[in-house]
């Protein structure tokens, strides 16, 4: 079974940085996409940032220009670099990772534990 493990989070006063990582247990796996989520309290979970397996990346309008997602597809790792935070990127940041082993044809989303982002004004 696969695990995310994420790190990074914390809290920063606003105009801070973080930068939040997200490891996969299984090296070996072919990367399809990552995905940064976040759900903030009483707020339906929202995508943030994405990258595909060619390097294309997306972005929420909320955070373009402040955040930059990054992938290490040879380590299953995506890194979600913050800057310029605001007290309403306040939420519990999600990771998911798009990941097919060599051995299948069908890819699996896996999901991180979540790690905490506080961000104080």
């Known amino acids: 079974q696969v695990q995310l493990v994420e790190s990074g989070g914390g809290l920063v006063q606003a105009g801070g940085s973080l930068r939040l990582s997200c490891a996969a247990s299984?090296?070996?796996?072919?990367?399809?996409?990552m995905e940064w989520y976040r759900q903030a309290p009483g707020k339906q979970r929202e995508l943030v940032a994405g990258i595909t397996e060619d390097g294309t990346t997306n972005y929420a309008n909320s955070v373009k220009g402040r955040f930059t997602i990054s992938g290490d597809n040879a380590k299953t790792t995506v890194y979600l670099q913050m800057n310029s935070l605001k007290p309403e990127d306040t939420a519990v940041y999600y990771c998911k990772q798009t990941l097919r082993s060599p051995y299948l044809l069908r890819a699996n989303d896996y999901w991180g534990q979540g790690t905490q982002v506080t961000v104080s004004s």
């Open positions: 299984a090296t070996k796996f072919i990367v399809s996409s």
